[in-house]
């Protein structure tokens, strides 16, 4: 791989993808080359902030006939994410997905698929470095709490609830636990819902507001004490570090490696 790491970004017209096309134009060692939208209604587009002017396309597959990339980075949803990162490997193409939405038979898929080529693909549910820290400790206190709940809330136009993120915080308590969580059930529910999703005994509440960007809130009980836990993303830029650590990780990666604690070396660390 070259020192000069050239990124395009799926979804660039985006309000996540014009601000990953920003951080790499700054980002030493990085350097954006082209960007995919299916909006896209002109050949190129000028990166936010710079007088950088890259090619733009309506698909991967076409922006590939003129730039080939060292790593695409998408955060388009479900069935998009797949057929981007499937487009991707197929083109000798490494990928970062912040996409959410995406199933366990989907990620057997790319991993096989990124195994079998031998191009490496990050996946995670946020690049957020505060994020990823909260669902690390948040799976090691799981074990001292007997009640937990989980509150995320994301801007109004997220189209899923509950978030990746809270589904992998949850996912990380559940593990760090080894058991689902004790849950009281109310005699009387004169509001049907209000105490929330149930993810193995831990209520999960989804809120979408104008104002948010995204907020993820744990609350653990036990006798006689509550501990609560608390991650803000203030604006998008708080995603960008974790999305350039990962681009210059998996320029080197020739395999699947899901959720930005692998790339950070959590996974490794004793609870």
Same mark, same amino acid.
């Given at each position: 791989?070259?020192?000069?790491?050239?990124?395009?970004?799926?979804?660039?017209?985006?309000?996540?993808?014009?601000?990953?096309?920003?951080?790499?134009?700054?980002?030493?060692?990085?350097?954006?080359?082209?960007?995919?939208?299916?909006?896209?209604?002109?050949?190129?587009?000028?990166?936010?902030?710079?007088?950088?002017?890259?090619?733009?396309?309506?698909?991967?597959?076409?922006?590939?006939?003129?730039?080939?990339?060292?790593?695409?980075?998408?955060?388009?949803? @479900?069935?998009?994410?797949? /057929? %981007?990162?499937?487009?991707?490997?197929? +083109?000798?193409?490494? !990928? $970062?997905? &912040?996409?959410? #939405?995406?199933?366990?038979?989907?990620?057997?898929?790319?991993?096989?698929?990124?195994?079998?080529?031998?191009?490496?693909?990050?996946?995670?549910?946020?690049?957020?470095?505060?994020?990823?820290?909260?669902?690390?400790?948040?799976?090691?206190?799981?074990?001292?709490?007997?009640?937990?709940?989980?509150?995320?809330?994301?801007?109004?136009?997220?189209?899923?609830?509950?978030?990746?993120?809270?589904?992998?915080?949850?996912?990380?308590?559940?593990?760090?636990?080894?058991?689902?969580?004790?849950?009281?059930?109310?005699?009387?529910?004169?509001?049907?819902?209000?105490?929330?999703?149930?993810?193995? @005994?831990?209520?999960?509440? /989804? %809120?979408?507001?104008?104002?948010?960007? +995204?907020?993820?809130? !744990? $609350?653990? &009980?036990?006798? #006689?004490?509550?501990?609560?836990?608390?991650?803000?993303?203030?604006?998008?830029?708080?995603?960008?570090?974790?999305?350039?650590?990962?681009?210059?990780?998996?320029?080197?990666?020739?395999?699947?490696?899901?959720?930005?604690?692998?790339?950070?070396?959590?996974?490794?660390?004793?609870?």
């Amino acid at each position: 791989m070259a020192s000069e790491i050239t990124v395009a970004v799926n979804g660039a017209l985006g309000k996540m993808g014009s601000t990953v096309l920003t951080a790499a134009a700054f980002e030493p060692g990085v350097t954006p080359i082209g960007g995919a939208d299916i909006a896209a209604s002109s050949s190129s587009t000028v990166v936010s902030s710079t007088s950088i002017s890259i090619p733009l396309a309506s698909s991967l597959s076409d922006l590939f006939k003129t730039v080939k990339p060292d790593v695409v980075v998408d955060f388009t949803n @479900g069935e998009a994410a797949k /057929s %981007a990162i499937i487009t991707c490997i197929d +083109a000798g193409v490494r !990928v $970062v997905s &912040g996409s959410t #939405g995406l199933a366990a038979d989907d990620f057997e898929e790319i991993a096989r698929l990124s195994a079998l080529k031998q191009v490496g693909v990050i996946s995670a549910s946020n690049f957020a470095l505060g994020a990823v820290v909260l669902i690390h400790i948040a799976g090691i206190a799981s074990k001292y709490f007997d009640y937990a709940d989980l509150l995320e809330s994301h801007h109004e136009a997220k189209v899923d609830a509950p978030s990746g993120t809270a589904l992998s915080i949850a996912e990380s308590m559940i593990e760090g636990r080894g058991s689902g969580f004790d849950h009281n059930v109310v005699e009387s529910q004169i509001l049907e819902g209000t105490r929330g999703g149930d993810y193995e @005994g831990i209520n999960v509440h /989804s %809120a979408r507001m104008p104002g948010r960007v +995204a907020r993820h809130e !744990v $609350v653990f &009980g036990a006798l #006689g004490q509550t501990l609560t836990m608390i991650h803000d993303s203030i604006n998008r830029e708080s995603f960008m570090p974790g999305v350039m650590i990962s681009v210059k990780r998996v320029s080197e990666s020739d395999e699947l490696v899901i959720g930005l604690a692998s790339v950070l070396g959590l996974d490794k660390l004793n609870t």
